[in-house]
């Protein structure tokens, strides 16, 4: 089995799910430590939450 570094490989597809991932731990580490309030991480979660939503709508009417 041959894994291309270059495309992806085996997680090609998967790459908007580990940067939501990395990124709601990153938002709640960070209240956890006490560098941010609870406003601002759960202002991170809501931008976080609609990236992910938006990629996996169906953007058939995309540029038009």
Not at 7 to 14: H, R, S, Y
Not at 16 to 38: C, K, N, P, Q, R
Not at 44 to 50: D, P
Request: aromatic fraction near 10%; charge should be positive.
């Amino acid at each position: 089995m041959k894994i291309s570094f270059v495309n992806g490989g085996m997680l090609a597809d998967k790459k908007t799910h580990i940067m939501f991932g990395v990124g709601l731990l990153s938002a709640i580490a960070s209240y956890l430590v006490g560098d941010t309030d609870i406003f601002v991480m759960l202002e991170a979660i809501f931008t976080l939450v609609g990236i992910y939503f938006m990629h996996k709508s169906d953007n058939t009417n995309k540029g038009k």
